[in-house]
């Protein structure tokens, strides 16, 4: 079965970096649109960024735009998020997920997804 198992969370101080990363197995990886997601308490799940199947194209929202960079390595069957200058409203447990059709729109929007993790918990604070 589909398995996404995201890792690379933790705790950092504001101005800090992460990077997480999502294997994937039990999929052709390399044939699915990938995205990352997170959730704060309390909050709606926010889209964060989407990469393109080969990893040529990718969104943002303009909440992480010049800070994160999504990337993907389809040898190794790996999603990744670099995440610089984060910030305590970047506080969050992080997804990735699947989504095995190409979009014109609403790149960010989780709906067509079809696969997730069970998430990466990311904390800034000082």
């Known amino acids: 079965q589909v398995q996404l198992v995201e890792s690379g969370g933790g705790s950092v101080q504001p101005g800090g970096s992460l990077r997480l990363s999502c294997e994937a197995s039990?999929?052709?990886?390399?044939?699915?649109?990938m995205g990352w997601f997170r959730q704060a308490p309390g909050k709606e799940r926010e889209g964060v960024a989407r990469?393109?199947?080969?990893?040529?194209?990718?969104y943002y929202s303009d909440s992480v735009k010049g800070r994160f960079t999504i990337s993907r390595d389809n040898d190794k069957n790996t999603l990744y998020l670099q995440m610089n200058n984060l910030k305590r409203e970047d506080t969050a447990m992080y997804y990735c997920?699947?989504?095995?059709?190409?979009?014109?729109?609403?790149?960010?929007?989780?709906?067509?997804?079809?696969?997730w993790g069970r998430g990466t918990q990311v904390t800034v604070s000082s």
């Open positions: 039990g999929m052709t990886f390399s044939r699915y649109y």
């Open positions: 997920a699947a989504d095995p059709r190409p979009r014109s729109a609403d790149w960010l929007a989780a709906p067509g997804y079809n696969y």
């Open positions: 990469i393109g199947s080969t990893g040529i194209t990718a």
